[in-house]
T-cell receptor
Framework: DAGVIQSPRHEVTEMGQEVTLRCKPI?????LFWYRQTMMRGLELLIY????????DSGMPEDRFSAKMPNASFSTLKIQPSEPRDSAVYFC??????????????FGPGTRLTVL | GNSVTQMEGPVTLSEEAFLTINCTYT??????LFWYVQYPGEGLQLLLK?????DKGSNKGFEATYRKETTSFHLEKGSVQVSDSAVYFC?????????????FGTGTSLTVIP
């Protein structure tokens, strides 16, 4: 398996522009997570999907952030409009949810976002 | 609530030194416990895990034992190498009626010098 795939790997944009980050989870995994990592705040969970349904979006900073999962193999995280304080590395992770399986999260390589 | 607390870094050790990174947790029910490692410029990778009390997870010379009585999952390695330099995250996973809930510690940066 190719693992969790994220694109782009790097994104540089100007303040006010829309940014879309993409994630393809591992095939067969039914849980998907979006995280943000910064030096100041560490690793923060933004939103979590189970079977394509958003379960917990309490970590989404504000209305400028939105996430979708239209099907089991694709998710997007959109920031509109972007601001310099959104600069961070954004990770996508997936896992298999089951009461009987230890559900390790598998992380993608991350998207490094810089908002100028 | 559920949370993970791990020792603050950064930690700097000489090659072949003994490593301990402390991790304690607060959780309802019976969580699974994990250590993840993040090498520079990469995503987090699973290092080891334990699913129940007294289980020992081990990988690449690292070990951690799930201690329910002390709610701890300390990471240890007997002899670190320069290649172990990375950030280490302790995490717990709790299965609820809505699915997985993962909680990560703040990460501990380790630098091993030759």
């Amino acid at each position: 398996d190719a693992g969790v795939i994220q694109s782009p790997r790097h994104e540089v944009t100007e303040m006010g522009q829309e940014v879309t980050l993409r994630c393809k989870p591992i095939s067969g995994h039914n849980s998907l997570f979006w995280y943000r990592q910064t030096m100041m705040r560490g690793l923060e969970l933004l939103i979590y999907f189970n079977n394509n349904v958003p379960i917990d979006d309490s970590g989404m900073p504000e209305d400028r952030f939105s996430a979708k999962m239209p099907n089991a193999s694709f998710s997007t995280l959109k920031i509109q409009p972007s601001e310099p304080r959104d600069s961070a590395v954004y990770f996508c992770a997936s896992s298999e949810t089951s009461a009987t399986i230890t559900d390790t999260q598998y992380f993608g390589p991350g998207t490094r976002l810089t908002v100028l | 609530g559920n949370s993970v607390t791990q020792m603050e870094g950064p930690v700097t050790l000489s090659e072949e030194a003994f490593l301990t990174i402390n991790c304690t947790y607060t959780a309802t029910g019976y969580p699974s416990l994990f250590w993840y490692v993040q090498y520079p410029g990469e995503g987090l990778q699973l290092l080891l895990k334990a699913t129940k009390a007294d289980d020992k997870g081990s990988n690449k010379g690292f070990e951690a034992t799930y201690r329910k009585e002390t709610t701890s999952f300390h990471l240890e390695k007997g002899s670190v190498q320069v290649s172990d330099s990375a950030v280490y995250f302790c995490a717990l996973r709790r299965l609820s009626n809505t699915g997985n809930q993962f909680y990560f510690g703040t990460g501990t940066s380790l630098t091993v010098i030759p």
